[in-house]
C-alpha cells in the first residue's frame, strides 16, 4: 500500500476553511486506498506571534526552554485541529506531539536549533505504523522534536520541513509532499518577482543550494533525509489536492550528497590580476570571463579582493588563459600586472554543517593541514562548499586528512 507524507505549511492551515480543505485533500488519498501522515506546521503567523507575545512579556529573561515550550504551543494547537477535522470528516485520526508516548523525533538538548539523533528516531516509528495499519490518520506536530531529558526542543525556524523528510525516511515512505503557499519552486521567489516561472522539477542538489541561500520554500536540512528512492514534491495548497503536479525533487544522484571530499582529478592553475582599486571598478569582471569564455576556457572559481583577482583555470589551459589575460591587462589602465601559479590542487569539502551556524569550521579544516606543514594557496568558502587550493604535491595528503575531518 502507498504510504505519503504530506505537510502542510502554516498558510496551508491558515484559517478554518483551509484547514478543512486540507484535512479534505488527506482524506481523499486516504479513500484512494493511501496511507496519509500529516505532519502540520503552527496556523498562519502563530509561531511570529507567540515569540513578540514573550520578548514583549519577558524579554530577555526568557531562556530557550521557555521559548520553546511556548513555540511549540502553535504546532501543538494546529495538530489537534487538523485530526479533529480529519476525523469530522469520517476518518479516524489522532494527533501526536512530543508529549505523547508515540512521539518519535528526538533531539539533542539543545532548545530552539535542536540535532536530531537519527539512529533513535530512526526506531521510533513502530507506534506510528501501528496506527497506519489500523487505518488512523496519524497527524504529528512539524517543527518539534524531544530532548533527553524528555523535554520539548524545536528544529529551528521552518523546521516542518525536516519533519516531514525525516519521517518519510524513516517510515520509508512513497512520497513526501509540501504543501505550501506557491505553486512549487520557481525561477526565484514569486513574491519578489511576479514573473517568476514554475519548475517541473529540481535536483536536491539544486534544491540544496537554492535553500541555503536563502529560498524559503524548503528548509535546506529536510534534504538531509531525501532518500533518492522516495518521490516528493512542493504543491500549492490552492488546489486542495495532493495529486497536483508542482515541483518534482529529484535525486539526490551521487552516494551522500551532503558530505564529501572531493580531489579534482587535474592540476589546477591560479591567475592573479592586480590593480589598485580594482574593487570599486564596474565591469572588470564581465570582461575577464568574456575573454576566457570566448576561448573556451572553462573557469572553476574566482576569488576577488580590493586590489587582485584570482582566477582558476585548469592546468592545460593555463597558458593560453595567462597569455590573453595579458593582453587584457595591457589594454585596461585598471590592471597593472599578473602571476600565473600553475601547479596546484584543488580540494572540494561538502557538509551541511556549513549552513548551520558553526563556528571554527574554517579552523577544523585549517588545523590539519598547518599540523601537517601543508600551505593553503587560496581557500573559499560558502554555505554548502569550502574550496581549498594547495601545491599539487600535498593534493593527496590534503585530501586524505580533510577526509577524516569530515568523518
Ligand atoms: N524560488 C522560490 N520558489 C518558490 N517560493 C520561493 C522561492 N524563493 C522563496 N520562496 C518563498 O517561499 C515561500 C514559502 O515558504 P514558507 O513561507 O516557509 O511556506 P510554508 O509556510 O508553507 O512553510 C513562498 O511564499 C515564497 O515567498
Ligand atoms: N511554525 C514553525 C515551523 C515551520 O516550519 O513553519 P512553516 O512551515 O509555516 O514555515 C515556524 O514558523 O518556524
Redesign the pocket.
Known amino acids: 500500500m502507498d504510504l505519503i507524507v504530506a505537510k502542510f505549511?502554516?498558510?496551508?492551515v491558515g484559517d478554518g476553511s483551509r484547514i478543512k480543505k486540507a484535512a479534505q485533500s488527506v482524506v481523499n488519498e486516504y479513500m484512494k486506498g493511501k496511507q496519509v501522515v500529516v505532519v502540520v506546521?503552527a496556523v498562519n503567523k502563530t509561531t511570529d506571534d507567540l515569540i513578540g507575545l514573550s520578548n514583549e512579556a519577558i524579554g530577555s529573561n526568557l531562556t530557550d526552554n521557555q521559548k520553546a515550550e511556548i513555540m511549540a504551543m502553535g504546532e501543538l494547537t494546529s495538530s489537534r485541529l487538523f485530526s479533529a477535522t480529519v476525523e469530522s470528516l469520517g476518518v479516524k485520526s489522532q494527533f501526536i506531539d512530543p508529549y505523547n508516548e508515540l512521539w518519535p523525533i528526538m533531539t539533542d538538548s539543545n532548545a530552539l536549533e535542536a540535532k536530531i539523533d537519527f539512529a533513535t528516531t530512526n526506531k521510533m516509528f513502530k507506534g506510528i505504523e501501528e496506527l497506519l495499519n489500523q487505518g488512523i490518520i496519524p497527524v504529528i506536530c512539524g517543527f518539534l522534536g524531544k530532548g533527553p531529558s524528555g523535554e520539548i526542543t524545536t528544529l529551528g525556524r521552518?523546521g516542518?520541513?525536516v519533519s516531514a523528510f525525516l519521517i518519510g525516511h524513516c517510515l520509508d515512505a512513497n512520497e513526501v509532499i509540501i504543501?505550501?503557499?506557491?505553486e512549487?519552486?520557481?525561477?526565484?521567489?514569486?513574491?519578489?518577482i511576479e514573473e517568476?516561472e514554475l519548475l517541473d522539477e529540481i535536483s536536491v542538489e539544486e534544491m540544496w543550494d537554492?535553500a541555503t541561500h536563502g529560498?524559503?520554500?524548503l528548509h535546506p536540512h529536510a534534504l538531509k533525509y531525501k532518500d533518492p528512492l522516495i518521490s516528493a514534491k512542493i504543491i500549492n495548497f490552492a488546489y486542495g489536492d495532493l495529486s497536483v503536479k508542482g515541483t518534482r525533487i529529484t535525486g539526490p544522484f551521487e552516494g551522500d550528497m551532503t558530505k564529501s571530499v572531493s580531489l579534482y582529478k587535474n592540476p589546477i592553475s591560479l591567475i592573479a590580476l592586480v590593480g589598485d582599486g580594482m574593487l570599486k571598478k564596474s565591469g572588470l569582471l564581465a570582461k575577464l570571463t568574456a575573454c576566457l569564455a570566448s576561448n573556451n576556457i572553462n573557469i572553476f572559481g574566482i576569488s576577488a579582493g580590493q586590489n587582485s583577482m584570482t582566477v582558476f583555470v585548469e592546468k592545460q589551459d593555463s597558458q593560453k588563459a595567462y597569455r590573453l589575460l595579458h593582453t587584457l591587462v595591457i589594454e585596461d589602465d585598471v590592471f597593472s600586472s599578473l602571476s600565473l601559479a600553475e601547479d596546484t590542487s584543488m580540494i572540494t569539502i561538502v557538509s551541511p554543517d556549513f549552513a548551520e551556524e558553526t563556528p571554527g569550521i574554517i579552523s577544523k579544516i585549517t588545523e590539519p593541514l598547518r599540523k601537517n606543514h601543508i600551505n593553503i594557496i587560496e581557500i573559499s568558502s560558502s554555505q554548502t562548499a569550502i574550496v581549498v587550493y594547495v601545491k599539487l604535491e600535498d593534493g593527496k595528503k590534503a585530501f586524505e586528512l580533510l577526509k577524516e575531518v569530515l568523518e
Open positions: 505549511g502554516g498558510t496551508s506546521s521552518g516542518s520541513d504543501v505550501t503557499d506557491v512549487g519552486v520557481m525561477s526565484t521567489d514569486p513574491n519578489k517568476a537554492l529560498a524559503q520554500v
